[in-house]
């Protein structure tokens, strides 16, 4: 069933674009995962781990990093992670009562070795010379969207499964430092949404609801900015409805992490995170911190005019950009929020090198909850069929703008490798 769904997004994604633009796009959440059971199972190592105990009420948000969570050590090339939030027996938490914002996981040199004070729970991006952020391939500035892994509300749907024989290579002791040791690093951004007057509004951090006027550094909010990061940070709560009582619940992200010991049959990737928002400055380093400098990371859509029909609410956002090495595209999936529509990446030449499509849930149940995004199509090209040359990018964001939406994202994941001649890859 999935390895049918997968072949007829890519054979009919024309056909899926417009059912998505006229926004009845909302299919059961399911076969969009591309599993890693077919992959040389004598090498494949998995693990299943969890983030340590965080704590939510109604309306309450999470939004800490944590040091040195448990990960796989060594020289090793990372094929997947997959994650979820759980209640402490394990049980899968539907989006409709925790909104999973985002989750990202990162690599980090750091001074050895960590002090108990240093692996609790931080509110905020770590920046000392203990610390090194590795980052990922760009292209980004000053390592936002650094990540290696990271998604969201789709996180159950979406494959992360890198075929063989490629992986991400990670633990090469020649990167490292004297004197640090590599470790990890995961931001787990939830929102709990259950008794609150605006569900959306809260998913979307519009700072109405949340009662904020500055940002979690004290600093205030930019004139007109009415929703986004900025205004649901760790602490802060979303307007409930009068007289709303609900339990304080103990949750974890439950990760699993796939790799294989390297060796010469891997073929490294590099990967890239694109941002629909990216300016294309860059900081020359007196500019850092000003706001027009690189990837925005959110954006917000204004409504349509009152009485459009939905096929002419549509909120379309390009950005161009060129990758630093180009090569064979092997993976490729946009990130989007609640009422997104899909994105495309083109070459320089218009040709599509990825169209990626949200698939929204039609029930309650985790993973198919409906109004939410719970998978986004992924694209796997045959090696060697799709590749990027030195060449300016287009990358397309499409949004509903029949009502307002506010904080929404458009980042785009890219895994290139160099070419290889009679790679085959793992059949799905």
């Known amino acids: 069933m999935r390895v049918d769904f997968l072949v007829k997004m890519h054979k009919h994604s024309k056909i899926c674009m417009f059912l ?29 781990f969890r983030s340590p105990a965080f704590v939510l009420g109604p309306g309450q948000v999470q939004n800490k990093i944590y040091l040195g969570i448990d990960f796989p050590k060594g020289h090793i090339a990372l094929k997947g992670f997959d994650a979820e939030v759980v209640d402490e027996g394990g049980n899968s938490i539907p989006l409709h009562e ?17 002090t108990e004070e240093q692996t609790k729970a931080q509110t905020r991006r770590v920046h000392s010379s203990n610390y090194i952020i590795a980052g990922n391939d760009g292209i980004c500035q000053d390592h936002i ?72 550094y004290g600093r205030p909010l930019r004139q007109n900015y009415i929703g986004g990061l900025n205004c649901c940070y760790e602490g802060t709560q979303c307007q409930l409805k009068e007289g709303f009582q609900g339990e304080i619940r103990t949750l974890y992200l439950k990760y699993t992490v796939y790799w294989m010991n390297l060796d010469e049959s891997i073929v490294p990737v590099r990967t890239y995170i694109l941002d629909v928002t990216d300016t294309g400055q860059r900081s020359d380093g007196s500019s850092r911190g000003q706001s027009h400098v690189g990837c925005q990371v959110e954006y917000d859509v204004a409504p349509c005019s009152a009485g459009s029909p939905p096929s002419e609410c549509i909120n379309t956002r390009e950005a161009h950009m060129a990758i630093p090495q180009g090569g064979d595209v092997i993976y490729a999936v946009a990130h989007q929020h609640t009422g997104g529509l899909g994105s495309v990446l083109y070459g320089q030449d218009g040709r599509e090198i990825c169209s990626s499509l949200p698939l929204y849930g039609q029930g309650s149940e985790p993973g198919n909850e409906t109004g939410y995004i719970v ?40 895994l290139i490798a160099d070419s290889v001649h009679n790679v085959s890859v793992s059949s799905y």
């Open 20 to 48: 998505a633009l006229i926004w009845i796009a909302t299919v059961y959440a399911e076969s969009v995962i591309v599993t890693p059971t077919q992959s040389n199972e004598r090498k494949l190592k998995s693990a299943v």
């Open 98 to 114: 925790t909104y999973l914002h985002h989750w990202l996981v990162e690599t980090l040199y750091h001074k050895m070795p960590l």
């Open 145 to 216: 969207l650094s990540q290696i892994f990271g998604l969201g509300s789709e996180t159950r749907h979406t494959s992360t499964f890198i075929p063989d024989p490629y992986g991400i290579v990670v633990g090469d002791p020649k990167q490292i430092l004297e004197g640090y040791v590599e470790d990890w690093m995961l931001n787990v951004h939830a929102i709990d949404t259950r008794g609150v007057v605006n569900s959306l509004g809260c998913t979307e951090c519009r700072c109405n609801l949340y009662n904020v006027t500055k940002d979690e």
């Open 375 to 414: 998978g986004m199509s992924t694209c796997y090209p045959e090696p060697g069929s799709v590749k990027i040359y030195n060449e300016t990018l287009k990358l397309q964001a499409k949004y509903s703008s029949e009502i307002r939406h506010t904080g929404v994202m458009n980042l785009f994941y890219l």
